[in-house]
């Protein structure tokens, strides 16, 4: 009967490997004596959420491609898939308390950050009830310590800086964490901020995910040195396979120490692949082929490479991972369910929140004779 099923069951979980310790790739190093160990030891329970953001960031983007075909989502979309052990890396080497501002493909950040599923796709649509009251869309989402989603090619990296001066000022040991891909690498801002966060001794992590493609450009082509890493000059950096969950996570818990033991900035280089095209108006193999696509999903995907290190060492069953994917499905068409449902924001809501808190004033709308409400 239930009860019989239940004791197999918590038999079941008492034999799976409570924790195992993998060997990860050797990372390169700039300006560094050492760098982070060459192993990471996993905790069963720490793999099964890993594996579970992964798969729901995987399958909220795909459910984007489809809404976005259908026309229900519009303009600006540029999707993650492919990308997933870089944000869940990252997220695992540093704490919530820390704070973290990305570029324009900016979804799965959102949801590690602490946003759902359900205000992400709402917000995509355009609905009441996203993230950013359905105001923001795709690029521009934001949480607690998470400032966007930011449109405007390499301008994220700057205000990174401020935010980490803020958490200088303040001595209250966080870091900010700044993402940026390999075409925002050739901004000048880039570079005028790596020489103000040096002078100052930043706790900022740089960290450039290289996806191989600007755009429709390949890094050979774009960049005449593609050593992402080494761009910083005079900070040191590293290089991670930025396909693995685990280097990823290593070396952000190795960045993060270099930063709050006061030496400064640290650069990072992600090297890791996106599936889809730069944004949804880009079929994505025009410049590159599928062959190439499909090798990479084949050889490095970041959630099968966990997975399969997950079943090798018993540390999770198949039947697990498929009620996990089961689980994450649901979420993902509910979510696009609340999506498509709920109300757009009404029109008076066009100037609200100018302001954090201040008295409602008015504003003039696109004619001299519209007025509308601003309110806090």
């Excluded at 720490?46 to 809404?67: N, V």
């Excluded at 009404?346 to 929140?353: A, N």
Aim: net charge neutral; proline share 4%; charged share 25%.
């Amino acid at each position: 009967g239930v009860g019989a099923s239940l004791v197999v069951a918590s038999r079941s979980y008492a034999d799976f490997t409570p924790e195992a310790t993998f060997d990860i790739k050797k990372v390169d190093l700039h300006r560094l004596e050492e760098g982070p160990p060459l192993t990471s030891t996993l905790t069963r329970e720490e793999g099964l959420k890993y594996y579970r953001t992964m798969q729901t960031i995987r399958r909220m983007e795909l459910k984007a491609d489809q809404l976005y075909k259908q026309k229900i989502i519009r303009g600006f979309c540029h999707l993650y898939d492919g990308q997933e052990a870089c944000a869940v890396g990252i997220e695992g080497g540093i704490t919530l308390s820390d704070h973290l501002i990305t570029a324009y493909r900016a979804h799965g950040y959102t949801l590690t950050r602490g946003g759902t599923v359900r205000e992400i796709m709402a917000e995509l649509t355009g609905r009441r009830g996203g993230i950013a009251k359905g105001k923001g869309g795709s690029m521009h989402m934001y949480t607690k310590n998470f400032y966007g989603g930011n449109g405007i090619v390499g301008a994220q990296v700057p205000l990174g800086a401020g935010v980490a001066l803020a958490c200088k000022y303040l001595g209250n040991d966080q870091l900010c964490v700044s993402l940026y891909g390999d075409g925002a690498a050739n901004q000048g801002q880039i570079f005028e901020t790596y020489n103000m966060s040096s002078l100052w001794k930043l706790p900022i992590i740089f960290i450039c995910e290289n996806n191989q493609y600007a755009m429709g450009t390949s890094v050979e082509r774009s960049a005449a040195s593609t050593e992402y890493y080494k761009r910083g000059d005079y900070i040191p950096g590293i290089r991670v396979d930025g396909m693995d969950v685990l280097c990823v996570r290593e070396a952000t818990k190795f960045a993060a120490a270099h930063c709050r033991s006061g030496k400064g900035p640290i650069l990072m280089e992600l090297q890791t692949y996106r599936y889809h095209g730069h944004s949804m108006s880009d079929p994505g193999v025009s410049y590159r082929t599928r062959e190439e696509i499909q090798e990479v999903r084949s050889k490095s995907d970041p959630i099968s490479m966990l997975k399969d290190r997950m079943l090798s060492n018993n540390m999770a069953s198949i039947e697990e991972l498929k009620e996990i994917d089961i689980a994450v499905r649901k979420e993902i068409e509910d979510a696009a369910q609340f999506a498509t449902t709920d109300p757009e924001p009404p029109l008076d809501d066009l100037c609200s929140h100018i302001f954090a808190n201040d008295q409602p004033f008015e504003v003039r709308g696109a004619t001299p004779w519209t007025k509308l409400t601003s309110t806090s």
